[in-house]
């Protein structure tokens, strides 16, 4: 088998195996982790149940696909936003990083359903408790580092207390959001007005 050929194999298996990460994604969405079943993504994907099995012998690893899809998707939301805008200065990213953790729109309200999902499942799964509190701990990271930027430019600003502040009021507006405590508009009416403070200082 040729160099071309064999790579248009692996082409086509990375993205079967992708359509079946992503209807697991959807269908967490919609009826959260317990529900789901091998057969309902074969179901939704379109496949057969032996062509699921064949990627993820076991429902923890469809999972462990649909996690890491779901923080994929994420990083490429913040990516396009910067690119539209095209910028990139640190107030910029913190805010593209913010919007994109709100449930502004139907994909993200998705998106942000199967993440409360793998939440609620890591208050008794040591392991997916572990990877979320790896995230979060990337994100503050990330946060302290652009808040620093800031600082150093001159925004009057303490970098490691208000990454945990930010964090915590994200996830609190997503998750009021969520549930319908108040609309996506009014959570990040609130971000901005937080986010001005911090940079219009």
Same mark, same amino acid.
Do not use: C, W
């Given at each position: 088998m040729s160099t071309q050929r064999t790579r248009g194999v692996g082409a086509a298996h990375d993205e079967r195996q992708l359509e079946i990460v992503d209807a697991v994604v959807a269908l967490i969405g919609e009826q959260g982790l317990d529900g789901i079943s091998l057969r309902d993504v074969a179901s939704r994907a379109g496949?057969?149940?032996?062509?699921?099995?064949?990627?993820? #012998?076991?429902?923890?690893?469809?999972?462990? *696909?649909?996690?890491?899809?779901?923080?994929?998707?994420?990083? *490429?939301?913040?990516?396009q936003r910067l690119a539209d805008t095209g910028d990139t200065s640190p107030e910029a990213v913190i805010r593209a990083i913010a919007t994109e953790l709100l449930p502004i729109d139907d994909l993200h309200r998705n998106a942000l359903?199967?993440?409360?999902?793998?939440? *609620? #499942?890591a208050l008794v799964d040591s392991e997916f408790a572990a990877r979320l509190s790896t995230g979060y701990?990337?994100?503050?990271?990330? +946060?302290?580092?652009l808040l620093t930027q800031?600082? /150093?430019?001159?925004?009057?600003? /303490?970098?490691?207390?208000?990454?945990?502040?930010?964090?915590?009021?994200?996830?609190? +507006?997503?998750?009021?959001?969520?549930?319908?405590?108040?609309?996506?508009?009014?959570?990040?009416?609130?971000?901005?007005t937080h986010l001005d403070r911090i940079f219009r200082t």
């Open positions: 496949v057969s149940l032996g062509r699921v099995q064949h990627y993820f #012998r076991t429902k923890d690893q469809m999972l462990q *696909a649909a996690f890491r899809r779901v923080n994929e998707l994420g990083a *490429a939301f913040v990516s359903r199967v993440g409360t999902a793998f939440t *609620a #499942r701990t990337e994100l503050h990271t990330l +946060l302290v580092l800031a600082r /150093d430019a001159g925004v009057d600003v /303490d970098p490691e207390p208000e990454a945990r502040l930010l964090l915590s009021l994200i996830e609190g +507006l997503s998750t009021h959001a969520l549930i319908g405590h108040h609309t996506p508009d009014m959570a990040l009416e609130v971000l901005e």
